[in-house]
């Protein structure tokens, strides 16, 4: 029966325990979930903030710019109702000057008309007459003219005709002196062209004549150099043979002086190098000195 109580004790405690860790972990996701929810809201809260900033932005500048568009309407009216009004006063005043001044024009037209018109009758009606006299008067003038021109050629026809030969040969002479001017002055420039090509040739010749004696010139003074220079290298590698062998019999003679010193006074050869007192031969110093020069 104890152990039975016990049980029913220990179920009960552990039951407690576990609605009371239950009941904690329910506030605990209560709260963690108030405070997710918090933060959403608090985020939705934001972005509705920044949209309602941005959308009343957005309707502001549309109602300014509808604003400025009625605005610009309205003066682009107002100027255009202002010039048209102008531009009527304008064309208007045009026309009141352009009637005025074509009315004067007019009248001074008809006034200068009606004076011709006085004139032309005048000469119509008064001066006929005197035209048919005139103009009878300058007929008669022309035929009297040709009747004197007429007995005057008659009279003096001899002279005449000399008049008329001396300008014919005037004439004629003129066109021959031009024309022989014209042939001296090709002949001459065909002479000065035959005469001036025939200098070129000339000229060429000389020059080719010269240029060629100076080229063999410089090509015999050439095989002259190139003469000397090679019986100088000649010389020169003739000099050095002799010295090479010079030389090498004077370091040969050294070398063997040297082991024969070496033997006699060591009793053997001794690999050491040499002293300030072991100098070459007064030959060899000689053969080196003229290497050096050639």
């Not at 500048?61 to 010039?83: E, H, P, Y």
């Not at 002479?191 to 004696?213: C, D, E, H, P």
């Not at 010389?235 to 043979?241: L, W």
């Not at 062998?245 to 190098?273: A, H, P």
């Amino acid at each position: 029966m104890v152990r039975k109580l016990q049980k029913a004790w220990f179920k009960f405690i552990h039951l407690k325990k576990l609605r009371a860790a239950f009941k904690g972990i329910v506030t605990l996701q209560r709260l963690f979930r108030t405070q997710g929810d918090y933060k959403k809201f608090q985020k939705l809260r934001n972005n509705t903030i920044k949209i309602q900033r941005h959308w009343r932005s957005f309707t502001a500048r549309r109602k300014l710019q509808n604003q400025i568009i009625a605005a610009t309407k309205i003066q682009r009216w107002w100027k255009a109702k202002f010039l048209r009004m102008r531009f009527v006063r304008i064309i208007k005043s045009m026309r009141e000057i352009n009637r005025y001044w074509r009315g004067a024009v007019a009248r001074k037209k008809a006034r200068g008309l009606k004076c011709a018109k006085y004139i032309i009758e005048e000469i119509l009606n008064k001066g006929t007459r005197k035209l048919y006299i005139k103009v009878k008067k300058v007929a008669v003038v022309v035929l009297q003219r040709w009747v004197r021109g007429h007995l005057c050629r008659c009279k003096h026809y001899e002279k005449v005709q000399q008049i008329r030969k001396a300008k014919h040969d005037f004439v004629y002479n003129r066109a021959a002196i031009i024309i022989q001017r014209n042939a001296r002055g090709y002949l001459t420039r065909r002479t000065v062209k035959r005469m001036r090509r025939a200098a070129f040739y000339i000229q060429g010749f000389v020059k080719m004549r010269w240029l060629s004696t100076i080229f063999l010139q410089l090509k015999a003074a050439a095989i002259i150099i190139q003469r000397a220079y090679r019986s100088w290298i000649l010389k020169r590698h003739a000099i050095h043979s002799r010295l090479r062998e010079f030389l090498d019999s004077e370091s040969n003679i050294y070398e063997t002086t040297k082991l024969m010193e070496q033997i006699v006074l060591y009793g053997s050869i001794r690999d050491k190098k040499p002293e300030k007192s072991e100098l070459p031969s007064q030959g060899f110093k000689i053969g080196i000195l003229l290497l050096k020069e050639y």
